[in-house]
Structure formats: C-alpha cells, structure tokens
C-alpha cells in the first residue's frame, strides 16, 4: 500500500491541497490566500469564502498533485476538514473531496480541523511524540489540549469568549492598524514598550486553563476611547506592545502550567498566532527556565493548510475511521466530540 | 454518451442518468429536513447501483448551476467537479431555471419557472414554450413578485408556473393571472437532473469539451456584504 494521501482544507478563508507520505513527509502544500479579498471587509466574509473556494479548489487540488509528481493511482487516501469552521467553507471541501474519493474508489477520513492544527508540529518535528501538551491559537480558536496518543485528545480548556487571533483583530481594528491584526500588531508592537500599560490578564481561578480575552479587548478600546474624548494621540506601538503582552503572558503561562500538570516534557504550538514573535520568544525564555521543549511549525505550517490534515487523516486511516457517504459539515466540531 | 445529472439548487436533491434521449433513472429526494451534504452522494450511489453503471462508465457530468440556494449550488458543483476532474470527463453547467422550464415546455405558452430567493424576491426567466424547448426570452433575475406582473401583461397565452417560488407570487397576481395561469402538477414542478442532464448533452454537442474547472455557480444575486460594501463606498464617495 503507498502511504500517500491527499489533504483538502477549506474550513475558512484559506482553500488549500497536499500531499503528505506516511503521516509525516510533506510532497506537496498548496495554499490560495484570500485575505486580500476580505481585506476591504475587515475579516473574513462567509459568503466571499465560499465562492472563491468553489471557483479554486480543482486547480489546487491539481497542482498539489503535480507537484507531488503523483497521480491518482499513487494514493492511498484522502482527507478532509469536515469542522470545525464556517459551514458554507466546510461544504465545499467536503463534497469536491467526497466525489473525488467515490469516483477514484478512494477510502475518505474526515478530519477535526483542531486535530490538524496538531499535526502541524508532527510534521515540522519528526521526534515530537504523545503525550505532549497541544496550544491550538488561531482566530477562530484557543485551545489547550493534552494530546494521549494518534487521536487521543483531552481537551483541558478553551476561550470563554474571543478567541486570541480575534481579539488582536478587533484591536488593531480600533488602532487603525488594518486586517488582518495579527501581523499588524506584532509589527507594530516591535517600535513599543509592552510595560508602557498595565491592561489586565484575566484570572479564572477556577478554570486553570480556560482563556478570556473580551476583558483586555475592552481595556484597549476603552483606553482608545477615553483618550479620543480628551482630544489626546495615543501611542500606537506603546498600546500594540502592552496588548500583545497582556495576550501572550496569560497563552504562555496556562500553557506550561498545563504541561507541568500533566507531566510531559514537550509542548507543540499551533494555529495562526503561534506565528506571532512575541509569543515565541516569552515561550522559548520562560519554556527553557521550566526545562520544556516547546515546539512551533514553520509559518506556512501555523496558518490553515492542507498537509497538516493529509498528516491527521493518514493516522485517522490508520485507525479505520472512514467517512460514510453522507458526511456533514459540522461548524462547532471539538476535538473532544469524537 | 452516458450522462449523469445533479441539482440541488433549492431542498430537492436529484440526480438522474440519460442515455443519448433515454432516461435510464433519476432518483428525487425532496427531504428539506437532511442537507445536501448528507442526500447527494447516497442517492447517487443509489441510482448508479439500481442502474448496474459504475461510476467509470459515465461520459459526461452535467450540474444545475443556478440561480438558487448559494450552499445547494456550491454542493451540487463541487460534487460534479469532483467527478469530472477524477475521471477526466466534461462538465456542463445547466442554467437551473432553463432546466426547470425545460420540465414542462408547452409549445405556445409563456413559461414562468419561479424560485424562492429569499427576502421576498423571485429568481425567474420568461420562456416562450416552442416544439423542441423551451426559448428564454429575459434575463435571469432576482425581483420582487410584484415586478412580475408587467411580464405577464402582454397576449392572452397560457402562463405555466412552476418552481418552489410559485407561493410567493401572491393571491393578486394570481388573481389578476385568472385562467391563463396554470401549476404544474407536483412532480414537474420540482427541479430534475432528467432536465439537466438533457440539456447538459445538448450543451455538450456544441462544447464538447464542457466547462472549465473553474467554473462558478450562476448566482444572479450578489453577497450581501458585498452589497453593503458598494453602498457604503456610493455614499462615502471615492477614497
Ligand atoms: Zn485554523
């Protein structure tokens, strides 16, 4: 049997195909931004999504397979993001896929969208091995996740409300600083002093590891705000910087707390924010004091790509969890509803 | 040429297999209660097992392409571009109300084929019924039920309606239609992939190479953030 299998994402505003060869080596990783289109929007547009993945999913599901230099006879599977994520996206991905699988007699897997996010890291780090402890970012999601085993996840908390990609989108919206905020800030933060202001870390005493971020996304803006009426500037990169503290302080320390907790040694960050260089270094410095290994994937790995859920399916394959023909996006899908 | 016909342009889901001008089947699932998602592929697996034809044995694929629901559309094309691009077989897109008035083309008489667009508007096309089709003789559009009355103004012919609109075209135009409106029995007033996939081969003699893989659903309508956007900048003026 060849270990090839096709990926396809299309969960939200990225339409994206690989090919990945046993779980871990990536052939081929195509991805067809749209960002530009929403831009004048401010975020991402269901609506738009949705026709520009229908109008681009078969040429990037073509080139992913030309430049893997494979053919259809070469594979062994295929996999798909089935949620969580908008659902109009979803279903695009999900029927081309579930056509292409029925007419190539394929055998299909639908994957957690989440899940992939994980298998970025396995990717990027062949030696990264369960159990670890899984910081999922993005911004559509903040998930800590104890990872057990291939398909094995406990999921230890989440966001109670913004996710952290969605609220440095929210405020960079309000510093003028465009969509999407996440590089925005970090861009502009690198001019600022993170201790210029004291926003606040949102304390859940009784969830160690549940996220808030509205609290801090409202201290911006009513910091924005007040200083408006008085007819007074603000500093712009003093403001990103302290923000972007605020945020990163709260991922890095419930995150180690976590893996302390569960007693592991390595810690995989993915998703969107995992980008974010402010994030990466309090990681590394305060990761290396707690004698951690933590782990991020190359950039083009951190945002929605395909090779990430080609390298969940081949596990998921694996195990025999096939899609049956009348597969359903599911748009709030956890990695715990399995 | 063996031909397999999709639509799920409004809750009915259908798929239909043609042979030259025979219909071998067509299965019609008008469940509203179940997605796309979880009818298209078990009816069409279905059909082709009732029909004993592997999936490799079709020629050519043919999708109702619009206008109708913006997420039905985009399962039925994807799922014919699925196919189209596994097999390396064409694909044609079939104007959804061409292949509904395509359902019941009386020679002589004005056909109305009518879909709910949601927000009280219509999407519709006038057709003058002729001996070998249906002839569209407007634009596909997105109106108010009311604007259709001008439409039906003109001549003393028969105007058949058909479509999951025809609720929606009120008890007065109705009214002021008399006689001269006629509803199609129930089961030709459901889209059919039988339509589509007819006039998919009809399209298909002219291009044989069908669509491209490129090819977007006909929405006539556009998102309405879209719409906003366009307001907001008319108003703001140039930036
Ligand atoms: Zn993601």
Redesign the interface.
């Known amino acids: 049997m060849s270990q090839l299998i096709l990926g396809i994402e299309t969960s939200c505003d990225e339409t994206a195909a690989a090919v990945v060869a046993g779980g871990r080596r990536i052939r081929s990783n195509i991805i067809f931004s749209q960002i530009k289109l929403h831009q ?2 401010g975020g991402v ?1 269901p ?2 999504a ?2 520009n ?7 990037i ?2 080139e992913a397979l030309d430049q893997a230099g494979v053919t ?1 006879e070469d594979l062994a599977g295929m996999a798909v993001t089935y949620g969580p994520g908008l ?2 996206a979803l ?10 699988a ?3 007699r394929l055998p299909l897997v639908g994957v957690n969208h989440l899940e992939g996010h994980i298998y970025s890291n396995y990717l990027a780090h062949p030696h990264l091995k369960p159990p670890f402890v899984s910081l999922v970012v993005s911004g559509g999601h903040t998930d800590l996740v104890h990872v057990l085993g291939h398909g094995q996840y406990c999921l230890l908390g989440q966001t109670r409300d913004d996710a952290a990609g969605e609220a440095f989108d929210k405020v960079a919206r309000v510093l003028g600083l465009g969509y999407p905020g996440g590089p925005a800030i970090d861009a502009a933060a690198r001019e600022g002093n993170p201790r210029a202001i004291d926003f606040p870390r949102a304390i859940l005493p009784d969830a160690p590891a549940d996220f808030s971020f509205s609290g801090v996304k409202t201290a911006v803006l009513n910091y924005h705000n007040q200083h408006r009426q008085r007819g007074q500037d603000i500093n712009v990169a003093h403001v990103a910087a302290s923000f972007q503290a605020a945020v990163v302080e709260v991922l890095v320390e419930r995150t180690l707390a976590a893996a302390v907790k569960c007693e592991v040694e390595q810690v995989a960050v993915c998703g969107g924010v995992a980008a974010n260089t402010a994030l990466r270094e309090l990681f590394r410095i305060r990761g290396a004091e707690a004698g951690l290994e933590i782990l991020f994937p190359p950039p083009i790995l951190c945002t929605d790509n395909a090779a990430m859920i080609a390298a969940a399916g081949y596990y998921r394959l694996q195990a025999g969890c096939l899609a049956p ?5 599911v748009p709030n899908l956890s990695l715990d509803s399995r | 040429m063996l031909i397999l016909g999709l639509d799920t342009a409004t809750a009915t889901a259908s798929v239909a297999l043609v042979k030259g001008k025979e219909l071998l089947g067509e299965e019609i699932l008008n469940i509203p209660q179940k997605t796309h998602s979880q009818k298209l592929l078990p009816v069409l697996a279905r059909l082709l097992k009732g029909a004993g034809v592997q999936v490799e044995d079709v020629d050519a694929f043919a999708v109702s392409a619009g206008p109708g629901s913006f997420t039905g559309l985009r399962i039925g094309l994807a799922t014919g571009k699925g196919f189209a691009q596994a097999l390396s077989k064409p694909l044609s897109t079939v104007p959804t109300l061409d292949a509904l008035a395509y359902n019941y083309y009386f020679p002589g008489a004005l056909i109305c084929p009518l879909l709910d667009a949601r927000q009280g508007l219509l999407y519709t096309a006038l057709y003058r019924g002729e001996r070998n089709g249906p002839r569209r003789q407007t634009d596909y559009m997105a109106l108010p039920p009311e604007e259709l009355a001008d439409f039906f103004l003109v001549g003393e012919k028969p105007v058949i309606l058909l479509g999951d609109g025809i609720e929606l075209l009120g008890k007065a135009l109705l009214a002021q239609l008399g006689e001269r409106a006629f509803i199609v029995p129930a089961a030709s007033r459901l889209p059919r992939a039988s339509s589509v996939a007819f006039l998919g081969l009809e399209a298909l003699a002219e291009n044989p190479l069908g669509d491209p893989i490129t090819v977007e659903p006909l929405y006539v309508r556009k998102s309405a953030a879209e719409i906003n956007l366009e307001k907001r900048r008319a108003r703001e003026g140039p930036p």
Request: charged share 15%.
């Open positions: 004048p929007f547009v609506e738009l949705s026709r993945h229908i109008k681009n999913i078969n040429p599901i073509q259809w659902v109009g279903l695009v991905g999900l029927a081309v896929a579930k056509a292409l029925f007419a190539r023909l009348d597969l359903n996006a």
